[in-house]
């Protein structure tokens, strides 16, 4: 993901991004953020309508996937299980093991990969937009969801970096959002797994962002360290207290797609995959709105 200017006076700053960036950054109260960005939502036309044949379905996540709402709202994070298979798994690894990374960490041991690669990866943008995941970011959110980001991080053993999440910290990118996370790799003990403060979502943060302890993490909740085998994902608030452990013994692969209430002013949204490059059951599926700022419609391709 490219980062957009938010820094006044700098070449290419986005006045109009930085300040509905930072007005929401001066909210601290969780459930202020939410009732603000769910009213947001709605205004912006984000409403639970059910208008085009694609858009996500009206209507609450009943059975199974209400479960994981319930979870969700009490704890801020969801364990999916497994929602790829081997077969998947393994296209994806074959897919980045022939490509570079766009960007590194300073020492080398957290990689990212390209937006267009991302999108260009088989499954990754079908489980994104899956159904299922977007009835549950609707219901979560209170609005018509929109995938603000989606990328693929590489990290391997090395040191603590807080400037790539390994820290505890919490994400303040929109009034509300909730992230999907994917293991593209068995993710045990010493794997580089993400832990999260339960319910931590549900306590204030600051409009000065900062890493905490892990004793100061520990005060707001119980840590819940998050392991599986290749394929496993889960849900989690990242509003609420996280982290993605360093890895000690391999590297580790991982999806992450936001879900959010609007488009996040920190990025610039410059690479879109063109409609008729997918798929052909998938492109007559997609949720138009929800994928619209990395979906590029028939005859407009940008990036």
């Not at 930085?18 to 953020?33: D, E, G, I």
């Not at 969700?72 to 969801?78: A, I, K, P, S, T």
Request: aromatic share 6%; hydrophobic share 40%; net charge positive.
């Amino acid at each position: 993901m490219h980062m957009a200017q938010l820094t006044p006076a700098k070449a290419g700053f986005a006045p109009l991004k930085a300040a509905a960036y930072y007005a929401q950054r001066c909210v601290c109260h969780p459930a202020r953020r939410r009732r603000i960005g769910s009213l947001i939502g709605r205004l912006a036309g984000a409403a639970l309508r059910g208008d085009t044949p694609n858009d996500v379905p009206a209507g609450s996540p009943v059975g199974a996937e209400a479960a994981v709402l319930s979870a969700l709202r009490r704890d801020g994070v969801r364990e999916l299980g497994r929602v790829l298979d081997d077969g998947q798994v393994g296209a994806i690894r074959a897919h980045f093991e022939s490509r570079e990374p766009e960007t590194r960490s300073r020492d080398g041991s957290v990689e990212e990969f390209a937006t267009g690669d991302v999108l260009g990866c088989p499954h990754l943008l079908a489980l994104a937009a899956s159904p299922a995941m977007l009835r549950i970011a609707a219901a979560y959110l209170g609005c018509r969801p929109t995938i603000s980001s989606i990328g693929v991080r590489r990290s391997h053993p090395g040191r603590e970096d807080p400037s790539w999440g390994q820290t505890f910290h919490r994400d303040v990118d929109d009034w509300i959002s909730l992230k999907l996370f994917v293991y593209l790799g068995a993710v045990e003990e010493g794997g580089g797994p993400h832990v999260y403060v339960e319910g931590s979502h549900r306590t204030p943060g600051g409009i000065r962002l900062r890493d905490l302890s892990a004793d100061e993490a520990a005060a707001h909740g119980r840590p819940r360290m998050l392991l599986g085998p290749a394929g496993t994902a889960f849900l989690a608030d990242t509003f609420g207290l996280h982290r993605g452990e360093p890895p000690r013994r391999a590297s580790r692969l991982m999806m992450q797609v936001q879900y959010s209430v609007l488009p996040v002013g920190l990025y610039r949204y410059d690479v879109k995959l063109p409609a008729e490059a997918l798929p052909p059951g998938l492109a007559a599926s997609l949720d138009a709105r929800a994928c619209r700022l990395f979906v590029a419609p028939p005859g407009r391709t940008k990036g």
